[in-house]
């Protein structure tokens, strides 16, 4: 069965600096994966996606993720946290033999310090 | 253009009472979904339809029904709530199957 494993549920980090949020997956077969972030009383909102060709993807807002098959790894970065980006993160897994649902990990929180 | 709208934005239940979640989406989209949110749980899917008359159990479905009303409109009912419901749901929709989610602005309910 797939799942997805985001490594730290709190992530604070000062503005300008890069933020870099963990994300491991486990599939049987070639992923799908993205990230969504989800602002306050707010619904999701995809950032990124990666489904085949470059593993290095770039999305909405600066960020970007590298899907690393070695290591089932699809990190996100940015590289100036901006105070914008306070906000809960979640990456997701979906994969044809889960029937290609979306299965989400327990999202990061990120803080920005002025 | 308004996307996922879901009614109500807030509610509050006793255990046992029954009520209606709606969701209905204007983007034409055929692929909708019903996920709860949990504190450090993430999403988790209730149930979702692929394309417009068809339904099927997500990861946690006891406890919930849903009706495919049209292309547009999804709704998940609690027949009998209970305390472990207490969450936020959120609906979304998607052109195809498992691409670009977009998702309602949420409702938090409470069952006491």
């Known amino acids: 069965a797939q799942s997805v494993t985001q490594l730290g549920s709190h992530v604070s980090v000062s503005e300008g600096a890069l933020v870099l949020l963990r994300c491991n997956y486990s599939?049987?077969?070639?992923?799908?994966l993205f990230w969504y972030v989800q602002y306050p009383n707010q619904g999701l909102q995809l950032l990124l996606k990666y489904t085949t060709g470059a593993t290095l993807v770039k999305g909405i807002n600066g960020f970007e993720a590298e899907f690393k098959k070695s290591e089932t790894s699809f990190h996100l970065t940015k590289p100036s946290a901006h105070m914008s980006d306070a906000a809960e993160y979640f990456c997701?897994?979906?994969?044809?033999?889960?029937?290609?649902?979306?299965?989400f990990g327990g999202g990061t929180r990120v803080l920005v310090k002025p | 253009n308004a996307g996922v709208t879901q009614t109500p934005k807030f509610q509050v239940l006793k255990t046992g009472q029954s009520m209606t979640l709606q969701c209905a989406q204007d983007?034409?989209?055929?692929?909708m979904y019903w996920y709860r949110q949990d504190p450090g749980m993430g999403l988790r899917l209730i149930y979702y339809s692929a394309s417009e008359g068809t339904t099927d159990k997500g990861e946690v479905p006891n406890g919930y029904n849903v009706s495919r009303l049209n292309k547009r409109e999804f709704s998940l009912r609690l027949e009998s709530a209970a305390p472990s419901q207490t969450s936020v749901y959120f609906c979304?929709?998607?052109?195809?199957?498992?691409?670009?989610?977009?998702f309602g602005s949420g409702t938090q309910l409470s069952v006491l």
């Open positions: 997701a897994v979906s994969d044809q033999a889960a029937g290609n649902k979306l299965t």
């Open positions: 983007m034409n989209h055929n692929s």
């Open positions: 979304a929709s998607s052109e195809l199957w498992v691409e670009k989610l977009f």
């Open positions: 599939s049987s077969v070639p992923p799908y």
